[in-house]
């Protein structure tokens, strides 16, 4: 009964920022704070590639292409995870899908998608 909802997509220019958000319901109270959170992102034709993740102690890890770029950040009491991007690129261009782990399970978000143009 775990539901996660992506939202803040969106098109924009190559060197803006854009803001997504993921809000999580379920059975879990406030299931945030005790799961492990992240960021996925799909482009037409390539794998899904893990974007960045936030334990539940606060920690967070980015994969290399958007490192110093992407902040990941969550608000346990709103059960809610953000994803700031800044300076995008075209290749950033993919949906964006919201994890959540817990207890060895995994729960996913329909995704939001974000187009970064030239």
């Known amino acids: 009964q775990v539901q996660l909802v992506e939202s803040g997509g969106g098109l924009v220019q190559a060197g803006e920022s854009l803001n997504l958000s993921c809000v999580v319901s379920?059975?879990?109270?406030?299931?945030?704070?005790?799961?492990?959170m992240a960021w996925y992102r799909q482009a037409p034709g390539n794998q899904r590639e893990l974007v960045a993740t936030?334990?539940?102690?606060?920690?967070?890890e980015y994969a290399d292409p958007v490192k110093g770029r992407f902040t990941i950040s969550r608000d346990n009491a709103k059960n809610t995870v953000f994803l700031q991007m800044g300076s995008l690129k075209p290749e950033d261009s993919a949906v964006y899908y919201c994890?959540?782990?817990?207890?060895?399970?995994?729960?996913w978000g329909q995704g939001t998608q974000v187009t970064v143009s030239t």
């Open positions: 994890n959540s782990k817990v207890a060895s399970t995994q729960y």
């Open positions: 379920g059975s879990w109270f406030r299931i945030v704070r005790i799961s492990v």
């Open positions: 936030i334990t539940t102690s606060g920690i967070t």
